[in-house]
Every structure is written in C-alpha cells, then in structure tokens.
C-alpha cells in the first residue's frame, strides 16, 4: 500500500519560501509513469490544485501560481518537492501531495493522498 | 469560481440512494476520466471512485458514472459515515491543469 506523508514547517514569515516534502512509501516513485501533486485547501474553502511532476521529471503548474511553485523530485530518496516563493497569508492552507495514475485511455486519475501539513503565513 | 460544477449540498436518509452530480465542458470531462474524493470533517481527501471503478476497500454502494460533459456519483444504501464532502476531478487540456469541483456537503439525515 503506498503512503504519502507531506512535511516542512508550519509557519513561513511573508515574503519567504515555503519549503515542503512529500515521503513515499509502499513503492519506488520512479517504478512506473505516475503523475505525482500538490494540491492546497485553505481553511473552509475547496481544492486548489497546485502543480504536478511527471517520473520523468517534466512539470505543469497552475497558471495562478506558476511564476512562483517549483515543484521537483528525489529519486534517491523517493520524495517530491513543493517550493512557493514571495508568500503572503494568503497562501495559508493544508498543504497535500497525491499519486495520479494512468487509468486508461481517458487519462490519469488520483488514487493516494497525504495527510496533508497545515502552513500558516501570518499577516 | 472552479471550472467543475457541483450541488453545494445534497441530504438523505439512511439507506436512500442519493447521486451527487459533477458538471463541466469537453475540454475536461468530456475528454477526461474524472475522480471522486471524500472528505471527512476536513480531514485528508480520499478517492471512492476513478472512472467508474472502485478502488480497494471502498464499499459497492459507491458508484459512478459518466454522460457527455457531467459525470455522477451514487451512493446506494446510504450509511451515517458517508456524510463528508465529496469533489469530483479531472484533467482540463484546454487549461493544461488539473480541475476541481467547488465539493458537495453531503448530509446523512
């Protein structure tokens, strides 16, 4: 059973970089084609995607967000990186990496989620 | 404003079958497999449904389909613990991003 645990600090002064890792576990990220994500969800509001990397290393982000999220991947120490730049509080949120894989013709799908790790940026 | 459309809320009574509906254009459901993620008291999301397949340990009263441009999710058989938010995903080529519904509070009366 693959598992995905988000970690990094849990505040980030405004301005700064958040910095935060995603830990896979149950599998090698590089063992097959998966897209790997962050999405965000601040508090009582819905979903925002954030950005994906593919196991080859190539990248699409949300276009809200692209001049700012650089997202990477560790194959060594099976980890993906999430790197936002220039925040503000309005960043403040549940931070959450998740696997999407090829169902089939008709796409990839989300299959595994985080627990998520709450980032504050106070205002 | 998010680029899927779902009901803000939906109730029913146990063992009712409810459907939560998730609507979009061509550029992402029409063209997409789409995902349904549950969210309990804003804990982590959680997939029950990826095209109209259930993944492991997800009980069949779950179930999905897809028609054009909106796809559903049916619970039959409601239970007290499938009250949660549920958001419907897929991916938009138009957008080159990937897409959420604004989530469906779903209420267990």
């Known amino acids: 059973q693959v598992q995905l645990q988000e970690s990094g600090p849990g505040l980030v002064k405004p301005s700064q970089t958040l910095s935060l890792t995603c830990t896979v576990s149950?599998?090698?990220?590089?063992?097959?084609?998966?897209?790997w994500s962050w999405i965000r969800q601040p508090a009582g509001k819905g979903l925002e995607w954030i950005g994906r990397?593919?196991?080859?290393?190539?990248?699409n982000y949300n276009a809200s967000l692209k001049s700012r999220v650089t997202i990477s991947v560790d194959l060594s120490k099976n980890q993906i990186s999430l790197k936002l730049s220039s925040v503000t509080a309005a960043d403040t949120a549940v931070y959450y990496c998740?696997?999407?894989?090829?169902?089939?013709?008709?796409?990839?799908?989300?299959?595994?989620w985080g627990q998520g790790t709450l980032v504050t940026v106070p205002s | 404003q998010s680029a899927l459309t779902q009901e803000a809320s939906v109730s029913g009574t146990v063992g009712q079958k409810v459907t939560l509906s998730c609507t979009g254009n061509?550029?992402?459901?029409?063209?997409?497999?789409v995902g349904w993620h549950q969210q309990i008291s804003h804990g982590a999301p959680k997939t029950v449904m990826f095209?109209?397949s259930l993944p492991s340990g997800i009980p069949d009263r779950f179930s999905g389909s897809k028609s054009g441009t909106t796809a559903s999710l049916t619970i039959s058989g409601l239970q007290p613990e499938d009250e949660a938010d549920y958001y419907c995903?897929?991916?938009?080529?138009?957008?080159?991003?990937?897409?959420f519904g604004g989530g469906t509070k779903l209420t267990v009366l």
């Open positions: 095209g109209n």
């Open positions: 998740a696997r999407a894989y090829y169902y089939d013709s008709s796409g990839y799908v989300f299959d595994f």
């Open positions: 149950g599998g090698s990220i590089g063992s097959n084609s998966y897209y």
């Open positions: 061509g550029n992402n459901i029409g063209s997409y497999a």
């Open positions: 990397i593919y196991t080859s290393g190539s990248t």
């Open positions: 995903s897929t991916w938009d080529y138009s957008l080159a991003a990937w897409v």
